[in-house]
């Protein structure tokens, strides 16, 4: 047994060591290459106030693709301020087949641009369709579950957001789906009707478990589940999920820090409310000892 978990240790050594000589070893590489090794591609998404002024463009961003084929840092080069946004959530949900140097997956750096032209927006197709219903009852349902003031109305709203959502086709809007999963399910807790709640979340981690989001969305979507789990009284689960949660959270800080700074506050207060709803879940599990860590880890970013 102890030479089996020597080998493990080493190849586990070896394969860090891997990883971070690919680090090291980034290469950069320009739009064209980057192009022919993407494998998921996912068009943006029109805004609804750009179409409506008129705003057209190209936004560029600097990307850093890893060794696995993941985007893992994005960052705004240029191109109009309305569509960035658009442009970001389309990009987090792209994939690359992995560059190699000799024989080593390597991390590549790169130009990648995303045009947005009103010339594209067709009306009369079906996926327009669908997105011309969805973002205003999305926008509807973010304001009603923000004021707190109409339970029913909120979950109403919500759900028929969400329900739109599930309309678009099975490999496109991942983000949208994920979002209005979890706005619904939130809007729904709210009213306290936690069975639907759980529905929509589990909806909300499915969509997470097709690898097509980023660690703030990813947080969100376990952050939901782990927590009316536990209002349900299904306390392994709920630490089970939350334990996941924090872990996209810790990630996600850790790239606002670096790449977005003016997101880490959101970032770390989201992170917070986990750690404390998680430390209350570990005391009913018996498990105080667990419970202060949250808490302490908590204090960190108060």
Known sequence: MQVRGFLIVALAGFALSLVQVSALEAISVDQAMLSKHVDHHV??????????????????FDITVGATGKIESMKVASGPAMLQQAAIDCLKQWTYHPFEKDGIPVAVNGPVSIIFML????PGSNDEQIADRYFPLADQCRKAVSARVDGAGAEAVCEQA???????????????KRSAFVYAATACANNRNLTSALAWADKAVGVIKLGHDDNSGSNAAYSTVGTIEGMLGDLTGSDRDLNIAEDFGRKGIAWAEKEAPGLRTEY????????????KVLQALGKPGEAQKKLDEAAKYN
Do not use: C, M, W
């Open 268 to 279: 770390a207060h989201s992170f917070v409310r986990d750690l404390q709803f998680h430390s």
């Open 119 to 122: 010339s594209d927006y067709h």
């Open 43 to 60: 068009p943006p998404v029109y805004p609804p106030i750009a179409k409506a002024a008129h705003i057209q463009g190209t936004v560029v």
């Open 162 to 176: 969400a329900e739109t959502a599930e309309k678009f086709g099975v490999e496109v809007r991942f983000i949208e």
